[in-house]
């Protein structure tokens, strides 16, 4: 079954990370990659540009708005997201917790929907 694991973080408190412990947390994101490639889970995944970089776009009354940054203001925003292909939740929940920013801040699993197989 495939997942999605969503990183969320707190960008200020990153922003704020001393570069030692910035490269010990960038360590061990190379050692998860590594791990995830050697298992041959990993379906795709990237680390994404800081909030403040963001844009929403919503559709009212049949008009398009187009704003700045996300649509709700949070304390952790999302920062990266990996899909995997895993056997079951408690695979998925195993991966998580490897996350180094599990950590610090919180990884959200979903399941992927599966169009073909309706959900």
């Known amino acids: 079954m495939r997942y999605v ?8 408190k990153t922003a704020a990370t001393p570069p030692d412990e910035m490269g010990a947390l ?5 050692a998860l ?4 490639a050697a298992k041959k ?3 795709a995944g990237e680390a994404l540009q ?12 049949g008009k398009t ?16 997201v990996y899909v995997l ?3 079951d939740l408690d695979e998925a929940i ?8 599990a950590k610090n801040g919180t990884i959200e699993i979903r399941p992927i929907w599966d169009w073909k197989e309706g959900g």
Do not use: H, I
């Open 94 to 101: 195993a991966w998580a917790a490897k996350v180094p920013d």
């Open 26 to 30: 960038m360590g061990g994101y190379m």
């Open 33 to 36: 990659e590594q791990e995830l």
């Open 5 to 12: 694991l969503m990183v969320y973080v707190d960008e200020k």
């Open 65 to 80: 708005v187009v704003t700045d940054g996300p649509f709700a203001e949070t304390k952790e925003q999302l920062g990266g």
């Open 50 to 61: 800081p909030v403040a970089s963001a844009t929403s776009v919503r559709v009212r009354n």
């Open 85 to 87: 292909e895993c056997k």
């Open 41 to 43: 889970t990993k379906l």
